[in-house]
């Protein structure tokens, strides 16, 4: 009989026979449950995978299914294979956020009453139920504490399934070297007369969460770095605006940074910062417009009022042109992601999941984030503005904005190596805390930290890939293997929250693989047979930017990746499945003290019932596009002073700094290696229009004594 599989990662297949593992619980013959602590021949393992324990006749229970079969726990995964070989499922522990027990033994007069439920980090569940007649006294105490000790190994002060996959792993290839900063920096033109590489973090003592090497205005470098100093000391966790990419022929750039830390205290003040000061030479690295630079602040108006109160807040400078972008913080983030991996696990294939999922209010969430990629893509290359872009710290709204918009810009950027590149440096290397919004290897299911942040902007590629096929050098499987291999712990570039952490502390580039070392080792998979080669013949800066509010299409829900693995998509031998499958005998309560059983079919009613009660008429994707409905509030534009509706009047209450006598010539043009881009003219496909100064933005949001946000949420 055929064998087929349903798998929450596809992982590729070894023959090599995995390494048992000895366990020191005795086998239980008389309970008709037994453990193999032997070596077994196990064709689904990976290097370096051991077999930590095995039981037989157990019940994988879900909403809707009830499988028996047997459980394989390794150090890298939970594998659970039917009866007669007919459904196989593989679980990574790094998806796992919780294990925890459910019944008691001596109460199990109803089926599926007793054993572990697992919650996962995509917000799915699932139970690992006993037979009611084989329950004994602690039977799932070693199950329990083998899970435990394995999916969460720094909870127990073990390492990662990385080191040990580093250790038989046999690849040609090593990629931790793939990004080069100096390498990356020259497609620019950088180092030049205005930017320069600055080495003052290369110990990490300068700011611990931004890499060793980094770029400047030439202008702020003095004896010791003392001005970069004073800078720090002006940015939540000493974050400085850098350089993350600039057009190498008009000389805009797009430049990074956290929130600036002054609060209410210059409100009044007439002293010129040395923030601001610091602001003004990177203005004057573009030499296209008088001293001007426009600010993209990605939170929501009144979290950034909010976080004034804290001692952060936004630039209230002169000839600083301030927008709100709101996006919101990872709570609503994480909320919303749970919504939609609810309704994709009961509703995968129902005529209802668009309605459903536009409730989650996932895909606005996504909306909000490409049309602030796309306000900085105008104002970089239409406007030739330099532009900085912020939140709260600065390693999540602001990666999502700064790397979407490359992507937009950059035609390399598209490429299998280029968005590896653009992941290494402005996700690994500018300190997205991968570790605590992912929660790798700690028992901390109720973490706050936690958040999609990353998955998030995978999706928004997704979505301009899924418009523009052709502009794309990777296929979908790419994103999806990126996204899988997020939670695995398989690899090492997404483990640990930044360089110094992944480098210097747990030196991941030595005991380690790259999952760019895996890809390139596979890369003919990962390749678009769509993609038009001709809109890359070098790794130069192309001007090819991506319009996607002109070749709008309604964003919609990434199923291949949200619903590849409902209970829908599980593949059964039709022939068998009456054998071992009763959905309506399925006990899944979802919580572990109510042990009461229902049916699949009532559940998924009253979740429909509930769904439909909520308001689903006021979603924007009911009509046309959003993208008109979308606020962004604009402060300050040149001298302009902007009052939004029911806010305080915020008013620049100090001119400008001197600009300097003279300013730097430009640089001539790069060598042939470099290409220039060049900008294209017209009217913001965003916006449509030029902004009216006196136009006043209706924004309406909560009190500020009711505004509570924790750094970047």
């Given at each position: 009989m ?6 929450y ?17 005795p086998?239980?013959?008389?309970s ?6 032997i070596?077994e021949?196990l ?15 157990l019940?994988?229970v879900t ?6 079969g047997d459980?394989?726990?390794t150090?890298y995964r939970?594998?659970?294979?039917s009866k ?8 990574p ?5 919780k ?5 008691h033994?001596?109460?199990?007069t ?24 084989f ?8 199950l329990?504490n ?5 999916a969460?190994p720094?909870?127990h002060n073990?390492?990662f ?8 792993a ?5 990629c931790?070297?793939?990004y080069n900063?100096?390498?990356e ?5 950088i180092?030049?007369?205005d930017?320069v ?6 110990n990490?003592t300068f ?38 990419w600039m ?5 805009a750039?797009?430049v ?5 830390m ?5 409100t ?33 108006q009144a ?11 936004f ?16 709570h609503v983030?994480?909320d919303s992601m ?6 994709c ?5 129902h005529?209802?999941?668009?309605k459903f999922?536009?409730n ?26 330099t ?5 709260s ?16 810009m ?22 997205h805390?991968?570790?605590?919004r992912?929660g790798?290897g700690?028992?901390?299911h109720s973490?706050?930290?936690r ?7 995978i999706d928004?590629?997704?979505?301009l ?9 990777f296929n979908?499987?790419?994103?999806l ?11 090492g ?23 760019w070392?895996?890809?390139?080792s596979?890369y003919?998979e ?7 080669h001709?809109?890359?013949v ?26 590849r ?9 039709g ?6 499958i009763?959905?309506?005998k399925?006990?899944f ?9 229902y ?6 009613d009253?979740?429909?019932?509930m769904?439909?009660q ?9 009509t046309?596009?959003?993208f ?9 534009e040149?001298n302009?002073t ?9 008013q ?7 600009r300097?006598?003279?300013r730097p010539?430009?640089?001539?043009n790069?060598s ?5 881009v060049?900008?294209?003219t017209?009217d913001c ?8 100064s ?11 004594s009711?505004m509570?946000?924790?750094s970047d949420y």
């Open positions: 055929n064998s087929k599989g349903s798998y990662f596809n992982n590729e297949s070894y023959s090599t026979p995995v390494k048992s593992y000895k366990n020191s619980i086998n239980d013959h008389s008709g449950l037994t453990t193999y602590p070596t021949h064709s689904w393992a990976l290097p370096g995978e051991s077999l930590q324990k095995k039981e037989n006749n019940y994988f909403y809707e299914k009830r499988i028996n459980i394989f726990v150090n939970l594998y659970f294979e007669n070989n007919i459904y196989k499922l593989s679980i522990l790094g998806l796992f956020s294990v925890e027990k459910y019944g033994s001596s109460n199990t109803k089926s599926d009453s007793y054993g572990l439920e697992i919650h996962l980090k995509d917000q799915r569940k699932f139970k690992l139920a006993y037979p009611t007649k329950i004994t006294k602690h039977i799932r105490r070693d329990y083998t899970l435990h000790k394995v969460f720094i909870t073990l390492p399934f990385s080191t040990v996959y580093k250790s038989v046999t690849y040609e290839l090593d931790w070297n793939l900063p100096e390498a920096y020259s497609r620019f033109g180092p030049n007369n930017w590489a600055c080495r003052v973090n290369q990490y700011c611990p969460s931004y890499p060793a090497l980094f770029y400047v205005p030439k202008a702020s470098i003095d004896n010791d770095f003392q001005f970069l100093y004073k800078v720090a000391n002006l940015r939540s966790s000493k974050r400085i605006p850098v350089l993350s057009n190498c022929k008009s000389t750039a797009i990074r940074s956290s929130q600036p002054i609060g209410f205290k210059l009044t003040s007439k002293k010129v910062t040395d923030d601001e000061r610091y602001l003004q030479m990177i203005a004057d690295t573009n030499h296209n417009i008088k001293w001007s630079l426009s600010i993209i602040d990605a939170r929501p979290n950034a009022q909010a976080n004034r109160a804290k001692g952060g807040g630039e209230n400078y002169e000839n600083c042109t301030l927008e709100f972008m709101d996006i919101q913080n990872i983030i994480r749970k919504k939609v991996r609810e309704v696990s009961a509703y995968a294939t005529e209802m999941l668009p999922i536009e989650t209010k996932w895909l606005n969430h996504l909306e909000t984030i490409i049309r602030a990629s796309e306000r900085v893509v105008y104002l970089v290359n239409e406007k030739r503005h532009v900085l872009v912020h939140c710290d600065g390693w999540d709204r602001t990666a999502q904005i700064t790397s979407l918009s490359m992507l937009m950059d035609s390399y950027y598209r490429t299998i190596n280029g968005f590896a590149i653009l992941i290494e440096k402005e996700w690994c290397s500018f300190g805390k991968f570790a605590h992912v790798h700690v028992d901390k973490d706050q930290e958040s999609p942040i990353f998955i998030q902007f928004c590629v997704w979505q890939y899924n418009n523009f096929k052709e502009r794309f050098e979908e499987k790419y994103l293997f990126i996204v899988d291999e997020l939670y695995t712990c398989r690899f570039t997404f483990l640990f929250n930044n360089e110094r952490e992944r480098f210097r502390e747990h030196h991941c580039q030595d005991t380690t693989v790259s999952i070392t895996h890809i390139y596979n003919e990962f390749v678009n047979p769509s993609y038009n001709s809109l890359l070098s790794t130069e800066v192309k001007s090819d930017p991506l319009n996607f509010t002109d070749h709008y299409r309604k964003l919609t829900l990434w199923n291949t990746c949200y619903c693995n409902s209970e829908e998509s599980w593949v059964f031998d022939s068998k499945k009456d054998e071992f009763d959905s309506k399925g006990s309560d979802g919580s572990s003290d109510d042990n009461s059983s049916s699949y079919v009532e559940a998924k009253a979740l429909c019932e769904l439909q909520q308001d689903i008429s006021n979603s924007p994707y009911n046309t596009s959003s008109d409905k979308h606020n962004t509030t604009t402060l300050f040149g302009s902007f009052h939004p509706h029911n806010s305080p009047i915020i620049p209450t100090r001119h400008a700094p001197p300097p006598t003279t010539s430009p640089h001539k790069p042939s290696n470099i290409s220039t060049m900008v294209p017209g496909p965003l916006i449509g229009e030029e902004r009216n006196s136009q006043i933005y209706n924004i309406s949001y909560s009190k500020l009711k509570e946000e924790k």
